[in-house]
């Protein structure tokens, strides 16, 4: 059992102890508490010994505490130590580091709680921190400033030549976080080679000054490629005026750079196409009422830049009365709304003539909303409302005049199949027919001899041959036959494909009508021809050819029943008797042209090549025949053609060609005689000649005309004549004529 003195030295201990002392049961009921403890919480002896341990502490720290002096209840532990806080009486918290044992007693254990008030140290340690942390905090964000803003620092130190570089900064130059060499000779390296001795130079002169100093350089990286960089820096001397570091950053301005030469480049270009064309603009302050015109906007006006002020009253003198309220509402408009506008008006030149303009701008705005600037172009398009002024009327005549020439447009859809005509087209097929319908609806209103004609026509139509006129005979509403003469235009794909077709119809029936007088009228005037030449070559052989022969027997049988006449005379009679007989044979040969009866039993082929053979010993030429495939049943109209045509063409060869050989050829196929006849001549214009409506081909074009052929010609000058002749085998007149 402790004695008195003992027990009393323990209790002035307890007492006088500046550390806060408590005595708590394994339940952390308070048995005895010091004064230290009682004035660190604010509470007397007996109001703490009437709470329990942990009604002192928030509830974080609470609860950890009580973990702890659980384990200790069970013996897992005998001490433990930890920082907590505790309530004051007043509310406010203080900091304390408890130190917790277990005492053993020979009755129940005790609990011994010691707590040393550290709340001054923990404010410190507590602002420490959170100093520590702003530090780290703002160098993180200056880190990102840096990053994100494209800036990077360095540091110098000239006396140990050490240059320290933020990973910012070696990504700036290309280089991988610490691959920076650290020199300023490494640094020089990688500035551009054309920049190099100037970034020296600023250098140098900071060191000397140690002025604040920038500039501008282009650094190549490791890859190749150039990039700008814009540098601030600054030396700091010794006492001496030595320096002895240098600070400063550097800020990637590549970009800007791009995007002011890129500016620069746009400005240019502008100016390039102001300057070039006929474009004019202006800039005017609202407020000072300062107009700035640029470009043409002078000659747009018709003034030069020396006559004018750039005034906007200038402006407003020169617009076309007519136009200026239109002009003003449409600048309100833009204004009141914020939009731009867009106008189009006439000016007023100081000679009279007027021109047309199409301008664009807007309103540049103030802070308050207030506009204080406008800014336009206009662009001169006189040349352009000249030619919608032409097109209008070129459209109104082309209007007329399909109405008077009975003609409607067409448009033909390829891949849908849809046609759309004009309104006219009622004039010519009925007031029944629609304006659109299909291309199938057309073809069935076709007349079907001239339907295979058309598709001919369409299969013929390609990319490098888009044009074709073809005619055919339609079926008007009142049930009559019209012919049209149809000119188109195709057009295609990338592909080749036919994609559309347009064109413009016209109504030829009254054209065709007239062919057909005229054909029928031709057709007479060459049967009446052919009668009489018929009738005159069979006058020549029977009668005066033969009246000839027997003139020449009579003079032979004088010349011998007088054999004592002079020689002279003698000579004389044998002379008129080679005359005679020349007579006859021109005669003779007359007759054969004017009726071959040749043609008439033998055949084309065989007249043909005896025409040849005459006429070379008529014309003392020579003449080539060559014939193939002819075929034996041809019509007496086609045969009389040909041969009329070979005859034809012969005779002017020989009058006009200037050489003494010609070719013929006579050719058959499945669908038509060929007939060619060549020299190889002086040659002529074949368009001219023919438009001129000479007798000889025109009378071999209406010949061919009357059998459904065609005639074409071949000529140079100087390289020789080819007459081409086509007759069909089954030939039928046709009233469509040689396009039909």
């Not at 399909?402 to 891949?415: E, I, R």
């Not at 027997?553 to 002379?575: H, M, S």
């Amino acid at each position: 059992m402790e004695s008195a003195p003992d027990t009393q030295l323990f209790r002035d201990v307890f007492n006088a102890s500046p550390i806060g002392i408590a005595v708590e049961n394994l339940d952390g009921e308070p048995l005895f508490v010091n004064p230290a403890f009682c004035s660190m919480l604010g509470f007397s002896e007996e109001e703490l010994r009437r709470k329990h341990c942990f009604d002192f502490s928030p509830p974080d720290d609470a609860e950890r505490d009580w973990a702890l002096f659980q384990q200790l209840r069970a013996g897992s532990i005998d001490h433990y130590q930890l920082e907590k806080r505790y309530f004051r009486r007043d509310g406010s918290l203080v900091w304390g580091r408890l130190s917790i044992s277990l005492l053993t007693s020979r009755s129940s254990p005790l609990v011994l709680a010691m707590v040393e008030d550290i709340t001054d140290k923990k404010n410190l340690e507590l602002e420490r921190n959170r100093k520590e942390e702003a530090l780290r905090v703002g160098e993180e964000r200056f880190r990102l400033a840096q990053s994100a803003a494209c800036i990077g620092t360095f540091e110098w130190n000239i006396r140990t030549g050490v240059n320290t570089w933020t990973p910012e900064l070696e990504a700036m130059y290309g280089l991988p976080a610490g691959g920076f060499g650290g020199t300023q000779t490494t640094f020089e390296n990688l500035v551009h080679p054309d920049d190099r001795a100037r970034v020296i130079e600023l250098v140098d002169r900071s060191l000397k000054t140690g002025q604040s100093t920038k500039g501008e350089w282009r650094v190549v990286w490791p890859d190749g490629s150039v990039h700008w960089i814009a540098g601030r820096w600054q030396a700091f001397m010794d006492e001496s005026g030595e320096p002895l570091r240098v600070i400063g950053v550097n800020v990637d301005v590549t970009q800007h750079n791009l995007a002011e030469q890129e500016l620069a480049r746009a400005n240019e270009r502008l100016q390039l196409a102001i300057e070039s064309g006929s474009v004019g603009g202006w800039d005017f302050d609202i407020k000072t009422g300062k107009n700035m015109w640029f470009g043409k906007a002078h000659a747009q006006l018709g003034m030069t830049p020396d006559e004018t002020s750039g005034s906007l009253e200038e402006f407003w003198v020169r617009v076309h009365k007519d136009d200026r309220e239109r002009l003003e509402h449409a600048l309100r408009i833009a204004k009141d709304r914020s939009e731009d506008f867009a106008a189009e008006f006439r000016v007023v030149w100081r000679d009279g003539t007027i021109h047309w303009l199409r301008s664009r701008g807007r309103y540049r705005y103030a802070a308050n909303g207030k506009p204080e600037r406008m800014l336009g172009i206009s662009v001169d398009i006189t040349q352009s409302k000249q030619v919608e002024q032409a097109l209008r009327e070129s459209e109104q005549r082309f209007r007329l005049a399909t109405q008077a020439g009975k003609m409607y447009s067409f448009d033909w859809n390829v891949t849908t199949g849809a046609v759309l005509r004009s309104p006219e087209h009622a004039k010519i097929l009925g007031v029944t027919e629609p304006l659109r319908f299909t291309h199938q609806q057309f073809l069935d209103q076709m007349h079907p001899d001239d339907r295979q004609k058309l598709a001919a026509t369409i299969a013929g139509l390609t990319p490098e041959n888009p044009t074709a006129v073809v005619t055919y005979r339609m079926l008007s509403s009142d049930g009559a036959l019209v012919w049209l003469r149809s000119s188109g235009r195709a057009f295609f794909d990338g592909q080749g494909r036919m994609l559309r077709v347009i064109g413009m119809v016209a109504d030829v029936t009254d054209l065709k009508r007239a062919e057909e007088a005229l054909l029928g009228i031709n057709r007479r005037l060459i049967e009446a021809q052919e009668q009489e030449r018929s009738r005159i070559g069979r006058e020549l052989h029977d009668d005066i050819n033969q009246k000839v022969a027997l003139l020449a027997v009579n003079l032979q049988t004088l010349k011998q029943d007088l054999p004592a006449f002079k020689k002279r005379t003698g000579r004389q009679i044998v002379e008129i008797c080679e005359r005679v007989a020349n007579l006859g044979s021109d005669i003779q040969a007359l007759s054969h042209r004017l009726h071959s009866s040749k043609l008439e039993y033998l055949g084309l082929e065989a007249a043909a090549a005896s025409f040849c053979k005459e006429f070379s010993m008529g014309q003392n030429a020579e003449t080539t025949f060559h014939s193939e495939n002819i075929p034996k049943e041809i019509s007496a109209d086609a045969a009389l053609c040909l041969f009329r045509v070979l005859q034809e063409a012969l005779q002017n060869a020989a009058k006009h060609s200037g050489v003494k050989r010609f070719e013929v050829w006579l050719k058959g196929n499945l669908n038509e005689i060929q007939l060619t006849v060549h020299d190889s001549g002086v040659g002529f214009d074949a368009e001219r000649v023919m438009n001129e409506h000479g007798l000889g081909l025109t009378s071999m074009r209406e010949r061919l005309k009357l059998v459904g052929g065609q005639l074409s010609i071949d000529s140079k000058l100087v390289s020789g004549t080819t007459i081409h002749a086509r007759v069909p085998l089954s030939p039928k007149v046709k009233s469509a004529g040689a396009d039909g």
